[in-house]
């Protein structure tokens, strides 16, 4: 079993940047799929980005594409989330979650990830 922890959340203003990072423990996420989503409050939870095992492949929500790059370095077990031009609307608590299996369908079906971290707050203030 793979354990997830989030990191970098925090209150920005609006146009700031902020570089989320997950990191693993338990066993190596090489070989797995991860991704980012987002609640805000009284919302859904919703997919933000998510990339393949080798990094080659990533997938991003129209909402955050151009603003948001996902990155993983599988020697550090971690994976990250550089968010830039922040929007008030980015607001939410941010989750990691990964599988061994496909990209398209973590973005499809977000139930079937394996694990989960706990989540962090990202406040952008306007």
């Known amino acids: 079993q793979v354990q997830l922890v989030e990191s970098g959340g925090g209150l920005v203003q609006a146009g700031g940047s902020l570089r989320l990072s997950c990191a693993a423990s338990?066993?190596?996420?090489?070989?797995?799929?991860m991704g980012w989503f987002r609640q805000a409050t009284g919302l859904d939870r919703e997919f933000v980005a998510g990339?393949?095992?080798?990094?080659?492949?990533?997938d991003y929500a129209d909402s955050v594409k151009g603003r948001f790059t996902i990155s993983r370095d599988n020697a550090k077990n971690t994976v990250y989330l550089q968010m830039n031009s922040l929007k008030p609307e980015d607001t939410a608590v941010y989750y990691c979650?990964?599988?061994?299996?496909?990209?398209?369908?973590?973005?499809?079906?977000?139930?079937?990830?394996?694990?989960w971290g706990q989540g962090t707050q990202v406040t952008v203030s306007s």
């Open positions: 979650a990964g599988f061994r299996g496909l990209l398209r369908t973590l973005i499809r079906a977000p139930g079937l990830m394996e694990s």
């Open positions: 338990g066993r190596t996420i090489s070989s797995y799929t």
């Open positions: 990339i393949g095992w080798s990094a080659a492949d990533t």
